[in-house]
């Protein structure tokens, strides 16, 4: 097993919505996995970069602040160990942002291949707010600011944390020495769920996801109207097993890995129902979100408690950032003033 005790894991969400099985499978499971063997794990709920394309519906990101959080708790993470950061709550991040997008050009940016999908999805066509084309300036800033060498993530993010280090790298040069670590991104099994309408990626934003607070019934809804083999249309008929959502979902969270493998044959071969796929998948989820449903119940009675966590985890972050600021600054050679008490009586005499 790889030994992760030296190392610092900054991984988050954009609080657009509550989270769902593609959150699981690509982040958050491994983030309960190293949770408590790495030397720290920061978790922020990246509340600015949400706003980068939601600025019209501001209230919609700060409601879901909250909403994410409590996920979290129901999964499991603990604060303790991997404390929840408000990005918006720390303003040193925004500062190394501005400090980045000096080493970073407009050319660069418009080539991320994540941004550029995203963009056509959101049907920006020109109208592309500056903030959106520079969340992955902001997304090195939240990185490096904690110095995080792993960052748990699905396969969307590869780019992101591929500019991060072209950034990390500019500041050293700068530096003469090394600044700021090299990251990795930590891959799951399942890098990319798809939709259960069988497109590429379920995600908050196309409302194609299963939450991970999905009500029961919600669940087998959303089970039988999985995408599947349209060419199926017999029982008796030979299957196509890839494209398909149900074994996506079978792959991604049925633990008897041998049972799927020998269900995808079967299916190829004929003879096997999407039903009975669906069934199965069905029981599986169930087992799996019942207990966080209930959990999240429990933590969703306090909201100023888990508010109050978020706090704790943000003041702890600032302390961390700042002490990386610091350092930025001083590679950019920025002067340093010290911050003295105001001199009312001085100031009145010209304000
Ligand atoms: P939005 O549509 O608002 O961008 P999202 O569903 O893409 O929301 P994010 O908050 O952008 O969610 O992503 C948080 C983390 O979850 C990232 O590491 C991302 O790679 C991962 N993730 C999101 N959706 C999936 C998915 N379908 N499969 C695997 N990982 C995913
Ligand atoms: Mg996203």
Redesign the pocket.
């Given at each position: 097993m790889t030994d992760y005790s030296n190392d610092i894991i900054l991984?988050?969400?954009?609080p657009?919505?509550p989270?769902?099985?593609?959150?699981f499978?690509?982040?958050?499971a491994n983030r309960l996995a190293l949770q408590g063997q790495c030397r720290r794990q920061f978790v922020l709920i990246?509340d600015l970069q949400?706003l980068t394309?939601n600025a019209g519906d501001a209230g919609r990101v700060a409601q879901n602040v909250l909403e994410v959080a409590l996920d979290y708790l129901a999964v499991g993470l603990d604060p303790t160990l991997s404390p929840f950061v408000l990005q918006s709550g720390v303003p040193e991040l925004s500062d190394l942002t501005m400090l980045y997008l000096n080493v970073v050009t407009v050319a660069r940016l418009e080539r991320n291949p994540t941004v550029k999908a995203?963009i056509q999805q959101r049907g920006f066509a020109r109208d592309i707010p500056a903030g959106f084309l520079c969340y992955p300036v902001s997304q090195a800033a939240d990185i490096t600011a904690f110095k995080a060498t792993l960052v748990?993530?699905?396969?969307?993010?590869l780019s992101m944390v591929e500019q991060t280090n072209e950034i990390a790298f500019r500041i050293n040069r700068l530096a003469g020495r090394d600044v700021l670590p090299e990251a990795k991104a930590l891959l799951?099994t399942?890098?990319?769920?798809?939709?259960i309408d069988g497109k590429a990626?379920?995600?908050?934003?196309?409302g194609n996801?299963i939450n991970l607070s999905a009500s029961s019934e919600e669940i087998a809804r959303a089970v039988q109207m999985m995408f599947t083999d349209p060419g199926h249309l017999r029982v008796s008929d030979p299957g196509r097993a890839e494209g398909h959502a149900v074994f996506a979902y079978l792959d991604a969270f049925d633990p008897d890995r041998a049972a799927v493998e020998e269900l995808r044959s079967h299916y190829r071969r004929g003879g096997l129902g999407d039903g009975a796929l669906k069934s199965r998948l069905n029981d599986i989820l169930q087992a799996l979100l019942e207990p966080v449903r209930r959990r999240r119940k429990q933590f969703a009675r306090d909201p100023a408690y888990v508010m109050r966590l978020i706090g704790e985890g943000t003041a702890t972050a600032r302390e961390v950032a700042a002490r990386t600021l610091a350092e930025v600054r001083g590679v950019f050679g920025l002067a340093k003033i010290e911050p003295l008490p105001v001199d009312r009586k001085r100031l009145s005499a010209t304000w």
């Open positions: 991984t988050g969400d954009r657009t919505g989270l769902h099985l593609g959150h499978a690509g982040s958050l990246a949400a394309d995203e748990p993530v699905g396969d969307d993010q799951s399942m890098p990319r769920l798809p939709g990626k379920a995600s908050k934003s196309l996801a």
